[in-house]
Nanobody, 123 residues
């Protein structure tokens, strides 16, 4: 069992920045950030492999940066140049101990989920 705890969400104006954190006690495998806006499906935002290889959704490339600190079992999502369209609940996800092919931005690629942290961007 992998427990995930997110933090760092909040309300900012367009153009602002936020950094989300996700603590994954005892886990250093593949992880990802997803988001879900009201009335929309959950979508992959960014993902990172244990070796640090990152994947981004086209909508956030150049604005969001995913990183990890294995010593702290913590994953981060640095978000800059935020837009109102970035408003959503952001979820941290951990792949778990699986052997199937990893699709970094696919919801089905992850076994464990955090409770979410709200990001609201006003225009």
């Amino acid at each position: 069992q992998v427990q995930l705890v997110e933090s760092g969400g909040g309300s900012v104006q367009a153009g602002g920045s936020l950094r989300l954190s996700c603590v994954a006690a005892g886990y250093t495998g593949s992880m990802g950030w997803f988001r879900q806006a009201p009335g929309k499906e959950r979508e992959g935002v960014a993902a990172i492999s244990p070796r640090g290889a990152s994947t981004y959704a086209d909508s956030v490339k150049g604005r969001f940066t995913i990183s990890q600190d294995n010593a702290k079992n913590t994953m981060y999502l640095q978000m800059v140049s935020l837009k109102p369209d970035d408003t959503a609940m952001y979820y941290c996800a951990a792949r778990g101990f699986r052997r199937d092919i990893w699709l970094p931005l696919s919801i089905s690629a992850y076994n464990y989920w955090g409770q979410g942290t709200q990001v609201t961007v006003s225009s």
